[in-house]
């Protein structure tokens, strides 16, 4: 079957740590891989994609790399900033379904 | 364009009354999805619909729930009767095959 699994959160970090938060999937085919963000009070948002392996999608220095040998999208980014306190969701796409995961809630601190 | 709309916003209601929510779509967007997001148990897909046809309902938790899309440009969601269980954040999503879920801004329904 199709599923998503992420870190557990709540991640807090101090402004300008480095950020990761694993993801792995399981899928049958050749699934596109997305991670989301939620605002506070607001729906989720596509934050980057990936749709192939060994694609890296990237957007407002967070990144992420589609990796089918270990089946993980993890997500990076270098210096985070307070404004990045989300949720952020991992998710798959396979044909016209999309599976999420659980999300990971971040905080970031002054 | 005005991105998925969702209606209402907020949503406070007793034990045993209707509630509906609803959702416009994005206009030329095929495929419409309903979630429910709770702290427990996270974001969960409850019905799907592609071409105003459900597709997959079987995330709907019990028959209180039903979805409808009558047109290509709304869609409702009731519980009848509804349950303090029953209080979180319902979102709508639409798709037209390229890639991006677009998600509306979600009735937060609180069930007293």
């Known amino acids: 079957g199709n599923s998503v699994t992420q870190m557990e959160g709540p991640v807090t970090l101090s402004e300008e740590a480095f950020l990761t938060i694993n993801c792995t999937y399981t899928a049958t085919g050749y699934p596109s891989l997305f991670w989301y963000v939620q605002y506070p009070g607001e729906g989720l948002q596509l934050l980057l994609k990936?749709?192939?392996?060994?694609d890296k999608g990237s957007n407002k220095g967070f990144e992420a790399t589609y990796r089918k040998e270990t089946t993980s999208f993890h997500l990076e980014k270098g210096s985070v900033q307070v404004s990045d306190s989300a949720v952020y969701f991992c998710?798959?796409?396979?044909?016209?379904?999309?599976?999420f995961g659980t999300g990971t809630s971040l905080t970031v601190i002054p | 364009d005005a991105g998925v709309i969702q209606s209402p916003r907020h949503e406070v209601t007793e034990m045993g009354q209707e509630v509906t929510l609803r959702c416009k779509p994005i206009?030329?967007?095929?495929?419409l999805f309903w979630y429910r997001q709770t702290m427990m148990r996270g974001l969960e897909l409850l019905i799907y619909f592609n071409n105003n046809v459900p597709i997959d309902d079987s995330g709907m938790p019990e028959d209180r729930f039903s979805a409808k899309m009558p047109n290509a440009s709304f869609s409702t969601l009731k519980i009848q009767p509804s349950e303090p269980r029953d209080s979180a954040v319902y979102f709508c999503?639409?798709?037209?095959?390229?890639?991006?879920?677009?998600f509306g801004s979600g009735t937060q329904l609180s069930v007293l």
């Open positions: 206009s030329g967007h095929n495929s």
């Open positions: 990936a749709t192939k392996a060994d």
């Open positions: 998710a798959l796409r396979n044909g016209n379904q999309f599976y």
């Open positions: 999503a639409s798709f037209a095959g390229a890639e991006k879920l677009f």
